[in-house]
C-alpha cells in the first residue's frame, strides 16, 4: 500500500525505499552516517535486502547522479557479471548477466533478462536505452526470475523505478556541458494539487556531436534524445491508491558507423583479420574486395560514403492501483506501449558503396498483471495472473548499391502470452524459511514473413523481382506452455547474516526467426523451403545457488557472495554466418561467483567493491566445419568494478572526490568465436570532484569518463564472407561539469 504523501510503492514488483550506501548523497557525510538499511520487496513483502535469499544490486537516483549516469545502459559498469549487448551501431540493447545473454540483431527478438520500468514489461530492444532522469531507483536481480515477475527472464530483471508524486513540493534542475559540445538538461517539478492529488513533470534532453569524425562527411554517432513524463498519483482513501504515468521519448541521431577491418574466411569458415602486408584480394596490401583500408589506427575515425541514421519515437501509459485491507493487498499494473523505428547503416564502413543494413519497426504492446498478497504470522501467500500481447510489423534487409540490388524482408510476428503464477513462504522458528514457487505460462507467436531479392538497375525504378520471392507466412509458429519454480531455504545463524540454497527453474518461450539471407532455410541439396528452421524452441535453467549475506565490523562492512550452478537446456544461440541468421538450440553450462563489497571504513571515506568469475560454455554449436563447443558470446571470466569516494567539510559545503573502475577479462562477441570477434581484456576508469553547498540545493561537479582513453570495442559481427569485419568502439576520453538547483 502507498501511504499518503509518500511515493515509494511497498508492493510493487521489486523497489528499494531506503538508502543502499552512504555514498548516495552529501548530507549523509555530514551526518556521519554509515551503511544504512536496504529494503526490497522482491518476495512482494518489505524486507532487509540481507534478509532475502537473492543476489541484487542496487542503485538510487542519487547514486547514479554521483556516477554521472545518464543512459539506461550505464548501470552495467557497477553490476558484478553484467556485460551491454548493442547492435545496431548502439540503437538496439539487451543486459547480459552471468553470460545468460541474447545477441540476435533483429528487433522483434526478447532479451532473456528482461528490462522493467516501473513495473511494466518493455519486450523491445530497441527501446533498452533510454534517458536517466528523476530516477528514485534501479535494481538488477541476478539468476532466473520465474515465478513472481510479469515476463519470465532466464538471465535475471533489471527494474528502473521512477520518482513518484508526493504531497510535499519539491523541483529540481540540471544542466551539464561536455566533450563534443555536450549538453545535457533535466529537471522535474511535484507536489499536491489538492488533498487527494499529486502531480510530478519530469523531463530531459542530451545532444552531442557526432563522436565518430567522418573524413569524407558528417561525423556520425551523435546524441539527439528527448524524453518527458507526465504522473498523477490519486488517494481517495487510505485503502485505495491510483497511480497513472504517460511517457514519450525521441532519440534521433546520425548512427551506425563502425570501424572498418579488412579479413577473410579461413580453413574453418571463420573470419579471420587480413594482415597489413598481405594482399589476399588481390587489389593491395591489407585492403578489402575494393581496394581500402583503414590506415590510421584510430577506432574513432573512418571514411564513410554513407551517413546512416536511427530515428526512434516511444510513448507508453501506465495505470498501477492498490487496494489494501489488513493483511491482503491487491494490485492491477495496466500498460500499453508502442514504438517506431528507422534505422540504417554503412554496414561496409568504407567509402565505397557496398552494404547497407537497415531496419524498420511499427510495435504495438498491452499488458495486464493482477496479483494478490496476504499475511499471515508465519507465512506469505502472493499469486496472480498476466497477460501481454505484441503486434509488431518489421523490415529487415541489405541495399547493394555497387549491384542495384536490394534483399528486402517485411515480415509481421504477433505475440499472446498469458500465465498464472504462486509463491509462498513459511517461517520455521525464527532461524528457517522455506520458500517455493510455481508459474505456468502460455506462448503463441505467429509469423508473416516475406523475403525479396530486389533489382534497381543503375539505381532507376524497380524493374523486375530477380531469383526469388520466398514466404514462409503461416507455416512457422510457436504455440506451446511451460512451467517454471522455485525451492529455496533461508538460515539465518545469527543477527547479520543470511546463508540460502536456491533451486530455481526459469524458461524463455521459444520464438521465430527472421533471417537476412533466406538460403538458410533452404535444403542444401534439394534446394526446398525448409520452413521448419524459422522456428526456436524454449530454452530452460536449472540454477542452483548458495548464497551468504552478511554485515561485518558492527555494521561498517556488508559482503555478500553467491556461488551458481546453471544447468541450461535448449541454450537459444544466435549464430551467424555470412548474411545468415539464425537462432538455434543448443546445450550450455554456466557457473561461477559473485561478491559485493561495500564499507565504510572511516568517516568520510566509502568503499565499493564487486566482482564476478564465470565459466560459460555451450555444446555442439553449429560451425561451418561441424559441431563444437564454445564459449558463450559476452562471457567474460573476469568481471571486475569498483569505486571508493573520500568527501570532507570545505568552504562552508561538503567537497567530495570519486573514482571508479570496470574491468573485463577477454571475450568474444559471437558465439563462434572467430578469432576477428574477439576483444581483449581491458579496464576503463573515472573520476568525478563535486562540491555541494551547506543547505544542499546547490552541487557543482567535474567528471572525466575513460579517464586513460582505453580504445576498446562494444560489439563485432563477422562479415568476413563480404571481405570485412564491423567492430563498434566504446566512447573515448570524456570530460564534463554540471551544476545542480533543488528546491
Given at each position: 500500500?502507498?501511504?499518503?504523501?509518500?511515493?515509494?510503492?511497498a508492493?510493487?514488483?521489486?523497489?528499494?525505499?531506503?538508502?543502499?550506501l552512504?555514498l548516495?548523497d552529501?548530507?549523509?557525510?555530514?551526518?556521519?552516517?554509515?551503511?544504512e538499511?536496504?529494503?526490497?520487496?522482491?518476495?512482494?513483502?518489505?524486507?532487509?535486502?540481507?534478509?532475502?535469499?537473492?543476489?541484487?544490486?542496487?542503485?538510487?537516483?542519487?547514486?547514479?547522479?554521483?556516477?554521472?549516469?545518464?543512459?539506461s545502459?550505464?548501470?552495467?559498469?557497477?553490476?558484478?557479471?553484467?556485460?551491454?549487448?548493442?547492435?545496431?551501431?548502439?540503437?538496439?540493447?539487451?543486459?547480459?548477466?552471468?553470460?545468460?545473454?541474447?545477441?540476435?540483431?533483429?528487433?522483434h527478438q526478447?532479451?532473456?533478462?528482461?528490462?522493467?520500468?516501473?513495473?511494466?514489461y518493455v519486450?523491445?530492444?530497441?527501446?533498452?536505452?533510454?534517458?536517466?532522469?528523476?530516477?528514485?531507483?534501479?535494481?538488477?536481480?541476478?539468476?532466473?526470475?520465474?515465478?513472481?515477475?510479469?515476463?519470465n527472464?532466464?538471465?535475471?530483471?533489471?527494474?528502473?523505478?521512477?520518482?513518484?508524486?508526493?504531497?510535499?513540493?519539491?523541483?529540481?534542475?540540471?544542466?551539464?556541458?561536455g566533450?563534443?559540445n555536450?549538453?545535457?538538461?533535466?529537471?522535474?517539478?511535484?507536489?499536491?494539487?489538492s488533498?487527494?492529488?499529486?502531480?510530478?513533470?519530469?523531463?530531459?534532453?542530451?545532444?552531442?556531436?557526432?563522436?565518430?569524425?567522418?573524413?569524407?562527411?558528417?561525423?556520425i554517432?551523435n546524441?539527439?534524445?528527448?524524453?518527458?513524463?507526465l504522473?498523477?498519483?490519486?488517494?481517495?482513501?487510505?485503502?485505495l491508491?491510483i497511480?497513472?504515468?504517460?511517457?514519450?521519448?525521441?532519440?534521433?541521431?546520425?548512427?551506425?558507423?563502425y570501424?572498418?577491418?579488412?579479413?577473410?574466411?579461413?580453413?574453418?569458415?571463420?573470419?579471420?583479420?587480413?594482415?597489413?602486408n598481405?594482399?589476399?584480394?588481390?587489389?593491395?596490401?591489407?585492403?578489402?574486395?575494393?581496394?581500402?583500408?583503414?590506415?590510421?589506427?584510430?577506432?574513432?575515425a573512418?571514411?564513410?560514403?554513407?551517413?546512416?541514421?536511427?530515428?526512434?519515437?516511444?510513448?507508453?501509459?501506465?495505470?498501477?492501483?492498490e487496494?489494501?485491507?489488513?493483511?491482503?493487498?491487491?494490485?492491477?499494473i495496466?500498460?500499453?506501449?508502442?514504438?517506431?523505428?528507422?534505422?540504417?547503416?554503412?554496414?561496409d564502413?568504407?567509402?565505397?558503396?557496398?552494404?547497407?543494413?537497415?531496419?524498420?519497426?511499427?510495435?504495438?504492446?498491452?499488458?495486464?498483471?493482477?496479483?494478490?498478497?496476504?499475511?499471515?504470522d508465519?507465512?506469505?501467500?502472493?499469486?496472480?495472473?498476466?497477460?501481454?500481447?505484441?503486434?509488431?510489423?518489421?523490415?529487415?534487409g541489405i541495399?547493394?548499391?555497387?549491384?542495384?540490388?536490394?534483399?528486402?524482408?517485411?515480415?509481421?510476428?504477433?505475440?499472446?502470452?498469458?500465465?498464472?503464477?504462486?509463491?509462498?513462504?513459511y517461517?520455521?522458528?525464527?532461524?528457517?524459511?522455506?520458500?517455493?514457487?510455481?508459474?505456468w505460462?502460455?506462448?503463441?507467436?505467429?509469423?508473416d514473413?516475406?523475403?525479396?531479392?530486389?533489382?534497381?538497375?543503375d539505381?532507376?525504378?524497380?524493374?523486375?523481382?530477380t531469383r526469388?520471392?520466398?514466404?514462409v507466412?503461416?507455416?512457422a509458429?510457436?504455440?506451446?506452455?511451460?512451467?517454471?519454480?522455485?525451492?529455496?531455504?533461508?538460515?539465518?545463524?545469527?543477527?547479520?547474516?543470511?546463508?540460502?540454497a536456491?533451486?530455481?527453474?526459469?524458461?524463455?518461450?521459444?520464438?521465430?526467426?527472421?533471417?537476412?539471407?533466406?538460403?538458410?532455410?533452404?535444403?542444401?541439396?534439394?534446394?526446398?523451403?525448409?520452413?521448419?528452421?524459422?522456428?526456436f524452441?524454449?530454452?530452460?535453467?536449472?540454477?542452483?545457488?548458495?548464497?551468504?549475506?552478511?554485515?561485518?565490523?558492527?555494521?561498517?562492512?556488508?559482503?555478500?557472495?553467491?556461488?551458481f550452478?546453471?544447468?541450461?537446456?535448449?541454450y537459444?544461440?544466435?549464430?551467424f554466418?555470412?548474411?545468415?541468421?539464425?537462432?538455434v538450440?543448443?546445450?550450455?553450462?554456466i557457473?561461477?561467483?559473485?561478491?559485493?563489497?561495500?564499507?565504510?571504513?572511516?568517516?568520510?571515506?566509502?568503499?565499493?567493491?564487486?566482482?564476478?568469475?564465470?565459466?560459460?560454455?555451450?555444446?555442439?554449436?553449429?560451425?561451418?566445419s561441424?559441431?563444437?563447443?564454445r564459449?558463450?558470446?559476452?562471457?567474460p571470466?573476469?568481471?571486475?568494478?569498483?569505486?571508493?569516494?573520500?568527501?570532507?567539510?570545505?568552504?562552508g559545503?561538503t567537497m567530495?572526490?570519486?573514482?571508479?573502475?570496470?574491468?573485463?577479462s577477454?571475450?568474444?562477441f559471437s558465439?563462434?568465436n572467430?578469432?576477428?570477434?574477439?576483444?581483449?581484456?581491458?579496464?576503463?576508469?573515472?573520476?568525478?570532484?563535486?562540491?555541494?553547498?551547506?543547505?544542499?540545493?546547490w552541487?557543482?561537479?567535474?567528471?572525466?569518463?575513460?579517464?586513460?582513453?582505453?580504445?576498446?570495442?562494444?560489439?563485432?559481427?563477422?562479415v568476413?564472407?563480404?571481405?570485412?569485419?564491423?567492430?563498434?568502439?566504446?566512447?573515448?576520453?570524456?570530460?564534463?561539469?554540471?551544476v545542480?538547483?533543488r528546491?
Amino acid at each position: 500500500m502507498i501511504k499518503k504523501g509518500v511515493a515509494t510503492r511497498a508492493t510493487g514488483v521489486l523497489s528499494v525505499s531506503a538508502i543502499a550506501l552512504i555514498l548516495t548523497d552529501t548530507s549523509a557525510f555530514a551526518q556521519n552516517r554509515l551503511l544504512e538499511e536496504v529494503v526490497i520487496t522482491a518476495q512482494k513483502r518489505e524486507q532487509n535486502l540481507q534478509d532475502v535469499g537473492v543476489a541484487v544490486t542496487a542503485f538510487t537516483g542519487s547514486q547514479m547522479d554521483a556516477l554521472g549516469y545518464t543512459s539506461s545502459t550505464d548501470i552495467v559498469n557497477m553490476t558484478p557479471g553484467m556485460q551491454l549487448v548493442s547492435p545496431n551501431g548502439g540503437s538496439s540493447n539487451f543486459f547480459t548477466i552471468r553470460g545468460v545473454t541474447q545477441n540476435d540483431f533483429t528487433d522483434h527478438q526478447e532479451s532473456p533478462v528482461a528490462t522493467y520500468i516501473d513495473d511494466a514489461y518493455v519486450s523491445q530492444m530497441s527501446a533498452g536505452n533510454f534517458l536517466l532522469f528523476d530516477m528514485d531507483r534501479v535494481e538488477v536481480l541476478r539468476g532466473p526470475q520465474g515465478t513472481l515477475f510479469g515476463r519470465n527472464a532466464t538471465g535475471g530483471l533489471v527494474h528502473f523505478i521512477t520518482k513518484k508524486p508526493s504531497r510535499e513540493f519539491d523541483a529540481y534542475a540540471k544542466a551539464a556541458y561536455g566533450s563534443y559540445n555536450e549538453t545535457n538538461f533535466e529537471g522535474a517539478v511535484g507536489g499536491a494539487v489538492s488533498d487527494q492529488v499529486a502531480v510530478r513533470i519530469s523531463g530531459a534532453h542530451n545532444r552531442h556531436d557526432g563522436v565518430i569524425e567522418n573524413r569524407i562527411g558528417r561525423d556520425i554517432n551523435n546524441g539527439n534524445d528527448y524524453a518527458g513524463r507526465l504522473q498523477i498519483l490519486i488517494e481517495p482513501n487510505e485503502d485505495l491508491t491510483i497511480l497513472l504515468s504517460n511517457r514519450r521519448a525521441e532519440s534521433d541521431t546520425r548512427a551506425g558507423a563502425y570501424q572498418h577491418r579488412t579479413s577473410f574466411v579461413n580453413a574453418q569458415g571463420l573470419g579471420e583479420f587480413v594482415p597489413d602486408n598481405v594482399d589476399y584480394y588481390g587489389t593491395c596490401d591489407g585492403c578489402d574486395l575494393f581496394g581500402y583500408k583503414d590506415t590510421d589506427g584510430d577506432p574513432h575515425a573512418g571514411d564513410y560514403d554513407f551517413v546512416g541514421s536511427n530515428e526512434i519515437k516511444t510513448w507508453g501509459t501506465t495505470a498501477n492501483i492498490e487496494w489494501s485491507k489488513d493483511n491482503l493487498t491487491v494490485t492491477s499494473i495496466t500498460d500499453y506501449f508502442e514504438l517506431e523505428k528507422d534505422y540504417i547503416e554503412d554496414s561496409d564502413a568504407s567509402p565505397t558503396a557496398f552494404l547497407q543494413f537497415y531496419l524498420k519497426s511499427d510495435i504495438r504492446q498491452f499488458s495486464q498483471e493482477l496479483r494478490a498478497l496476504y499475511t499471515g504470522d508465519d507465512y506469505r501467500l502472493v499469486g496472480g495472473l498476466y497477460y501481454l500481447e505484441i503486434d509488431g510489423d518489421y523490415v529487415n534487409g541489405i541495399e547493394i548499391p555497387v549491384d542495384g540490388v536490394t534483399l528486402d524482408n517485411p515480415y509481421a510476428l504477433d505475440t499472446r502470452s498469458w500465465s498464472l503464477f504462486t509463491q509462498a513462504e513459511y517461517d520455521i522458528g525464527s532461524d528457517f524459511t522455506i520458500i517455493g514457487g510455481f508459474r505456468w505460462t502460455e506462448d503463441k507467436k505467429t509469423i508473416d514473413y516475406v523475403s525479396n531479392l530486389l533489382s534497381y538497375p543503375d539505381n532507376a525504378q524497380l524493374l523486375e523481382l530477380t531469383r526469388f520471392n520466398t514466404d514462409v507466412s503461416g507455416l512457422a509458429k510457436v504455440d506451446k506452455g511451460n512451467w517454471s519454480g522455485k525451492l529455496e531455504l533461508d538460515w539465518r545463524p545469527r543477527d547479520g547474516m543470511l546463508l540460502y540454497a536456491s533451486w530455481n527453474r526459469g524458461i524463455k518461450g521459444g520464438g521465430l526467426n527472421a533471417p537476412l539471407d533466406i538460403s538458410g532455410l533452404l535444403d542444401p541439396i534439394t534446394g526446398e523451403l525448409q520452413a521448419g528452421r524459422m522456428a526456436f524452441d524454449d530454452e530452460v535453467i536449472d540454477a542452483y545457488e548458495l548464497g551468504m549475506k552478511t554485515e561485518l565490523a558492527n555494521g561498517l562492512v556488508r559482503l555478500n557472495s553467491a556461488l551458481f550452478y546453471y544447468d541450461y537446456n535448449d541454450y537459444q544461440a544466435f549464430n551467424f554466418q555470412g548474411l545468415t541468421t539464425f537462432i538455434v538450440n543448443t546445450d550450455a553450462e554456466i557457473y561461477g561467483l559473485d561478491l559485493e563489497l561495500i564499507a565504510s571504513p572511516m568517516d568520510g571515506l566509502d568503499v565499493m567493491l564487486g566482482a564476478s568469475i564465470i565459466h560459460a560454455r555451450a555444446s555442439d554449436v553449429p560451425l561451418p566445419s561441424g559441431p563444437a563447443d564454445r564459449d558463450i558470446a559476452l562471457s567474460p571470466e573476469v568481471n571486475l568494478n569498483g569505486l571508493v569516494r573520500y568527501s570532507w567539510p570545505a568552504f562552508g559545503g561538503t567537497m567530495a572526490l570519486q573514482g571508479d573502475f570496470k574491468y573485463l577479462s577477454d571475450h568474444h562477441f559471437s558465439i563462434s568465436n572467430a578469432p576477428v570477434t574477439r576483444q581483449d581484456s581491458y579496464l576503463v576508469a573515472n573520476a568525478r570532484v563535486s562540491y555541494t553547498t551547506a543547505d544542499e540545493r546547490w552541487e557543482f561537479a567535474g567528471y572525466v569518463k575513460n579517464l586513460t582513453d582505453k580504445e576498446y570495442d562494444v560489439i563485432g559481427f563477422d562479415v568476413s564472407s563480404s571481405g570485412l569485419t564491423e567492430r563498434f568502439p566504446g566512447d573515448p576520453i570524456w570530460w564534463g561539469a554540471s551544476v545542480a538547483f533543488r528546491l
